[in-house]
């Protein structure tokens, strides 16, 4: 059981560029999240998919997509990376009215 | 919108002495409280959650935190800390009508030899 996974750990884009981050989630949870980690502002939502086939932006969607590709994976693309875009970057998946399980983190550098 | 503030970005505590980490909630309706901690370089670790009931909930690794409505606070305990409670403390809140968490800024905690 290996919970939620993301991949890849580490990535360095140049400005411009293209990128899937991938997601998956083994528990059969119902909702799945993007989030962003930057300094002293704690997790900021992306996007969420509250079901398969189903997605919602969050907070800060621009400059993002996503796709819910199956109740297991949910992706994140970044059509065009901008250095502001420089975050870690956390999946996670949960039951409706239950707690979020996260996964350990792509650490995300644009150049 | 439901928003989290937790006042204390840093402290330092000494091994063996108690912890509290404040954490003031802003929402209209009784919120779903939570408390993550995240080690450097992890993803977030549930260590408690409050929804209804008892007012004081306790926690994974000794943490124990408690829901004051009149306060609109939720702040997280320990009675003695360890060197392994190093680690950065989070506080959210999520609404009974999407269940989409707002967290805050977090607390960085040092501990002492």
């Known amino acids: 059981n290996a919970g939620v996974t993301q991949t890849p750990k580490f990535q360095v884009l140049k400005t411009g560029q293209s990128m899937t981050l991938q997601c998956a989630q083994d528990?059969?949870?119902?909702?799945m999240y993007w989030y962003r980690q930057d300094p002293g502002m704690g997790l900021r939502l992306i996007y969420y998919s509250a079901s398969e086939g189903t997605t919602d932006k969050g907070e800060v969607p621009n400059g993002y997509n996503v796709s819910r590709l199956n109740k297991r994976e949910f992706s994140l693309r970044l059509e065009s990376a901008a250095p502001s875009q420089t975050s870690v970057y956390f999946c996670?998946?949960?039951?409706?009215?239950?707690?979020?399980?996260f996964g350990p983190g792509t650490r995300l550098t644009v150049l | 919108a439901q928003s989290v503030t937790q006042p204390d970005i840093h402290i330092t505590v000494s091994e063996g002495a108690s912890l509290e980490l404040r954490c003031n909630y802003s929402y209209g309706a009784t919120p779903y409280l939570f408390w993550y901690v995240q080690s450097p370089g992890q993803g977030l670790q549930l260590l408690l959650k409050y929804f209804s009931g008892d007012t004081l909930v306790q926690g994974i690794k000794g943490f124990e935190a408690e829901f004051k409505r009149s306060q609109s606070s939720f702040n997280l305990r320990k009675p003695s800390v360890h060197w392994s409670d190093a680690a950065e403390y989070f506080c959210?809140?999520?609404?009974?009508?999407?269940?989409?968490?707002?967290f805050g800024a977090g607390t960085t905690v040092t501990v002492r030899a």
């Open positions: 528990m059969n949870h119902n909702s």
């Open positions: 996670a998946s949960s039951e409706v009215s239950d707690e979020q399980f």
């Open positions: 959210a809140v999520a609404t009974s009508n999407d269940y989409k968490l707002s």
